[in-house]
Each structure stands twice: as structure tokens, then as C-alpha cells.
């Protein structure tokens, strides 16, 4: 039998072990997508107790409405083991909601949660041990101690002995990017912070609220919108002002991936609907965020800006739970899509132009792994290798299963060799770790391979895929 989480955990044959050891393990880390907030990088956070790192909790916002912040993947374990909510998002004393959790998290076998908790406490609390109801205390006390008083557990220090040589936050293009700036006028933080470019709202013209959007981003380049190109010219200079403050990337949280024929006719009568309050049909909103959708794209590929699309969620399905909480607070689920035919028309779309940019496609549906593994393959070209990426296991497919079946399918109908590896997609300062199993479980099924004869036992190419994988082809991608 072997330990838990040893050394060698998940490296299940000498070539894993030694690829991971030799050459993936040592390797910064490209934190290229996550919801941590730059603000708390700049003021350098300490951390009063290890609940507020793992559970967050509720806070008033300054218009006096309610917001709750935390982790999401843990608060759905608690409420598995029927944990009363007042203990997950509500004001239960700290040391409470954490008992609740390392009793909840003994039940989480076969859970990504469990591993996720475990490295964590190993790698920055230095606790070999097991945690569940009985050792909490002891846990709650030795985690409490260095995160007051340790001087490498503030937030910087978690990201400096992370290895992290790169964040890429998420950021609307109203934000101001304040944080940001101060960031990099500040001479004694290293690690390069990046906003990346996100109009999901700028975009949903059917969902509530898109009005009210509209009127800030109006309010932020200082002028009114009367069609959709209006809307686009906006983004373009928020665009550009992010790019001047170092943005590689956007990102795109969509339902589904729309593709209708489209012009600016079309999307501005769309937008004009929306903008009186009037309800849109799905064709006419699909025609409105198509038309906003390849111009982003155009606007990417002038800007060398990576355009990151996550789809195929289901969110906030509880009604009642959505009702009292808001959204990002776990109620959401994996969605049943078919965008092969959108997304190759919208690819095509750039491409015959000679305006297609970098593209990341991820789906949450798993089931939609070889068609997009196949979809990359058909738009890529010589601006830089793998052009198109299979995104990783994104969300609900983070496990163990979910990242091996990426991995293969990428491998089986691409090139593995030229993956930008993992991320964390992660609001705590913890979850580094997660580059940690990624690269254990890459580099156990490269050894796989290897050690069954599929692939020669030639140490040059091993090392270049491997660190290509864990670090360089992500260096090379967002231009590090």
C-alpha cells in the first residue's frame, strides 16, 4: 500500500517520477486565468484565520447589497454533508464553519476537493497529517499561527513561494485597473500581474441588467451609444487601455456559443431593443452578440491578445438559492450544448479575413472534448504552435479523470507537445497547488507512455514536452 500523498504521489512508474522531479516540478508557474483581485496582491493581505482563505464569507457592499465571496467548490461539499447554509455563506463564527468543512471533507473520497485541501496544507502549512472533525483544532491552530505570523504567508509571500512568474486576473472593461497600476509602479512586487479583458456583459444582451451596463460603459469613455458599432468602438478603447496596462488575454463566459448571419443593421436594431427595455427573440440577441463577438475577435488578433471562450454552464439553476445569494455562490451546472456549428462558422469567420487571434475553447461539458480536439485542428497556422488550444479541464472537469481525458483527446487528435498547461481559475492564494497535481498527473501519463513502449525513452525530446507543458509554451503564448 502506498502512503498518502507521499513524494511520489501519482507518479506511478521511475520515468513519471523522474520527469516530474527532474524537470516539471522546478518550473515557474502561469497563472494565465484566476478571480483573484488585485488589490489584495497590492496591500499585500495577511489573513487572520484559514476559513477566511477557504470559505470567505458575506460582506455589504457600499450600495448596501449583500455580496459572498469564498470558494464555491467547498461550499458545495458542505451542503453534500447538509451542512445548514448559515455555517457556509452565513455568519457562523469562523472556527465553526471550519469544523463543519473537515467533517464534510471526510466524506470527499474520490473528491478533486480532498487532494486540492491536503496539498494545500502540506505545501504551505507543513501539516503531513490528515484533516477531519476530530484533528480540525489542531489544524485550525497550526494554520492560524503562520498565517498570523509568518512573514512569507501574506499574500505575496504565497505567491513568491509559489514559484509564480505570471497572474492573469479577470477584469471588466469599466474597471479602472487601479490596482493594477499600482502594481506596476511598485518596484518590490516581481511577479508579473495582468488584467485580462472580460465584456460578458457588454455582450448578454438578453440577460437582465444589460442597460445599466451599457450606461457605465457609456459613462466611461464619456459618451452615449445609438447602434451596436458605438459599443464596439467603446470596447476598442477600453481594449487598448488594458493593453497599455500589459492585458494578454480576454476572456468570454458564455451559455453557448451563438453564430447567426449577422450585420451592423441587424445588431443595432437588436441593441436599440434592448436599450428601450424591449424583449429580444434568440436570433435577434444572437445577432447582436455575434456581430459584438467577431469584432472582439478582430480586435484581438490587431492587439495580440489571446481570446479565451468558456461555455456549456448552466448557471444558477437553484432559484430560490439565486434569489438569496446572488451569483457565483455554487448552483450552477454543467450544460448540454451543441456549438460545433457556431464556433467552426465564427472561427472561419476571422480566419478568412486573416483576423483570427489566438483562440482557448473550453467547454464544460467533457463530451465536447473530441469535437473541439478536432475543431483546433482545422484553424491552425504558422503565427505560433498551437494557435487553437483545447483549454484545460476547466471547472467541473478539474479532476483527476477530467484532465487525463484532456490531455488524451488533445494528444489523440493534436499535438500534447504544444499545450499551454494548466490554471488555477481560482479566487484563493492557495490554489497553486493545482499546477502541482496538473503536473503530476501530465508527467504520469507521459511516463505511461514511455514506459509501455508508445513513446522512445529519448531524454531530450521528454524534457522538452514536459517543460514545454508545465512553463515554456505558455511563456511563449502570452508573450512572457
Request: charged content about 25%; proline content about 4%; aromatic content about 12%.
Amino acid at each position: 500500500m502506498k502512503a498518502f500523498m507521499d513524494k511520489n504521489f501519482l507518479l506511478d512508474t521511475p520515468t513519471a517520477q523522474h520527469l516530474y522531479h527532474d524537470y516539471s516540478a522546478k518550473l515557474p508557474i502561469i497563472d494565465y486565468h484566476c478571480h483573484i483581485p488585485p488589490q489584495e496582491i497590492y496591500e499585500d493581505r495577511r489573513f487572520e484565520n484559514i476559513a477566511q482563505v477557504w470559505l470567505g464569507g458575506h460582506q455589504v457592499l457600499a450600495d448596501g447589497s449583500d455580496f459572498y465571496f469564498g470558494d464555491h467548490y467547498k461550499w458545495r461539499v458542505m451542503r453534500s454533508n447538509g451542512v445548514p447554509e448559515e455555517y457556509i455563506t452565513g455568519d457562523k463564527p469562523d472556527r465553526e464553519r471550519f469544523q463543519k468543512f473537515a467533517e464534510a471533507l471526510e466524506n470527499a473520497i474520490g473528491n478533486p476537493m480532498y487532494t486540492w485541501c491536503h496539498l494545500e496544507l502540506k505545501k504551505y502549512f507543513g501539516y503531513e497529517g490528515v484533516l477531519n472533525g476530530e484533528t480540525a483544532q489542531q489544524v485550525w491552530d497550526l494554520c492560524n499561527e503562520k498565517l498570523q505570523n509568518d512573514p512569507n504567508m501574506t499574500v505575496r509571500g504565497l505567491i513568491a513561494q509559489s514559484n509564480v512568474a505570471m497572474v492573469g486576473t479577470t477584469d471588466d472593461p469599466v474597471d479602472t485597473l487601479e490596482w493594477h497600476k499600482k502594481i506596476q509602479d511598485d518596484p518590490s512586487i516581481s511577479v508579473v500581474v495582468a488584467p485580462s479583458f472580460r465584456p460578458d456583459k457588454a455582450l448578454n444582451i438578453r440577460k437582465p441588467g444589460f442597460a445599466d451596463y451599457i450606461h457605465k460603459l457609456e459613462e466611461v469613455v464619456g459618451r452615449k451609444f445609438a447602434c451596436a458599432d458605438c459599443v464596439v468602438k467603446a470596447l476598442d478603447e477600453r481594449l487598448q487601455f488594458f493593453v497599455q496596462m500589459g492585458c494578454r488575454a480576454s476572456d468570454h463566459g458564455l451559455d453557448y456559443v451563438p453564430y447567426v448571419p449577422t450585420d451592423v443593421d441587424k445588431a443595432t436594431a437588436a441593441f436599440k431593443k434592448a436599450m428601450a427595455g424591449e424583449t429580444l427573440t434568440q436570433e435577434e440577441g444572437d445577432a447582436y452578440t455575434t456581430y459584438v463577438l467577431l469584432a472582439l475577435g478582430r480586435l484581438y488578433k490587431k492587439y495580440d491578445v489571446v481570446m479565451q471562450v468558456h461555455y456549456s454552464c448552466l448557471r444558477n439553476v437553484n432559484e430560490a438559492m439565486y434569489n438569496k445569494l446572488g451569483p457565483d455562490t455554487g448552483y450552477d451546472m454543467i450544460a448540454v450544448t451543441d456549438c460545433s456549428t457556431t464556433l467552426s462558422r465564427l472561427l472561419s469567420a476571422l480566419t478568412a479575413t486573416g483576423e483570427c487571434p489566438k483562440v482557448i475553447l473550453y467547454s464544460l461539458n467533457p463530451s465536447d472534448f473530441d469535437m473541439l480536439g478536432t475543431l483546433i485542428g482545422a484553424f491552425q497556422d504558422d503565427e505560433v504552435p498551437g494557435k487553437i488550444q483545447l483549454g484545460s479541464a476547466w471547472w467541473f472537469c478539474d479532476t483527476d479523470d477530467g484532465m487525463y481525458q484532456q490531455m488524451r483527446t488533445l494528444a489523440r487528435l493534436g499535438l500534447l507537445g504544444n499545450f499551454i498547461g494548466m490554471l488555477t481559475d481560482s479566487r484563493s492564494f492557495l490554489s497553486y497547488t493545482r499546477h502541482e497535481l496538473f503536473r503530476r498527473l501530465m508527467c504520469n501519463l507521459i511516463g505511461h507512455w514511455v514506459e509501455n513502449g508508445q513513446y522512445p525513452n529519448d531524454e531530450k525530446a521528454l524534457q522538452k514536452i514536459v517543460e514545454g507543458i508545465s512553463y515554456y509554451n505558455a511563456k511563449r503564448y502570452f508573450r512572457l
